[in-house]
T-cell receptor, first 116, second 112 residues
Framework: DTEVTQTPKHLVMGMTNKKSLKCEQH?????MYWYKQKAKKPPELMFV???????INESVPSRFSPECPNSSLLNLHLHALQPEDSALYLC???????????????FGPGTRLTVL | GENVEQHPSTLSVQEGDSAVIKCTYS??????FPWYKQELGKGPQLIID?????GEKKDQRIAVTLNKTAKHFSLHITETQPEDSAVYFC???????????FGSGTRLSIRP
């Protein structure tokens, strides 16, 4: 099973709202990722967690706050977003990050976020 | 850092014909090259990948070839079917094991 699940599928929020995106995997993967994808563009990396610790933040604005409560779950907390943050937010996971070997990343279906 | 270029940006082929998408990369140390298919409203799905110790890999109608000397790799889809219509992304490792860098994508349309 190579399934990564994400909730909600769609989210509409105002610029003053606080919301959270959730991601879950049960493949025993120890690396989890958040990507942002605008229309007709490739996914852009936002954050990487390795063994539940934040290992990469691609200079993402602080209005996006990631959290990894355990090895199966990844959250993205949203606060005071801007309309230009509207996009598809993708979660991915891979086995682990070690020794420079790149492991296959498996993506979830994404959350379509609209900021009004 | 790694740079991945992908061509063409759009491709239309007759059902039953073959489709070829090409990517080039810049870092000669890159050793892993996945291909993802993204259908409308869905996340990218891995369809095939290749590591640098082999030159070709096949999975039914899909194959990937790798030319390490020229630093390019290609996706080949034979006997195309309507369900092959999607956006395809190639990728290569970035500056660390955590990162993969995506190509700009190819929108493949299969004409009936």
């Amino acid at each position: 099973d190579t399934e990564v699940t994400q909730t909600p599928k769609h989210l509409v929020m105002g610029m003053t709202n606080k919301k959270s995106l959730k991601c879950e995997q049960h493949m025993g993967h120890r690396a989890m990722y958040w990507y942002k994808q605008k229309a007709k563009k490739p996914p852009e990396l936002m954050f990487v967690y390795s063994y539940e610790k934040l290992s990469i933040n691609e200079s993402v604005p602080s209005r996006f706050s990631p959290e990894c409560p355990n090895s199966s779950l990844l959250n993205l907390h949203l606060h005071a977003l801007q309309p230009e943050d509207s996009a598809l937010y993708l979660c991915a996971s891979s086995q682990e990050l070690m020794g420079g070997r790149v492991d296959t990343q498996y993506f979830g279906p994404g959350t379509r976020l609209t900021v009004l | 850092g790694e740079n991945v270029e992908q061509h063409p940006s759009t491709l239309s082929v007759q059902e039953g014909d073959s489709a070829v998408i090409k990517c080039t990369y810049s870092d000669s140390a890159s050793n892993y090259f996945p291909w993802y298919k993204q259908e409308l409203g869905k996340g990218p799905q891995l369809i095939i990948d290749i590591r640098s110790n082999v030159g070709e890999k096949k999975d039914q109608r899909i194959a990937v070839t790798l030319n390490k000397t020229a630093k390019h790799f290609s996706l080949h889809i034979t006997e195309t079917q309507p369900e092959d219509s999607a956006v395809y992304f190639c990728a290569a490792p970035g500056s660390s094991a955590s990162k993969i860098i995506f190509g700009s994508g190819t929108r493949l349309s299969i004409r009936p």
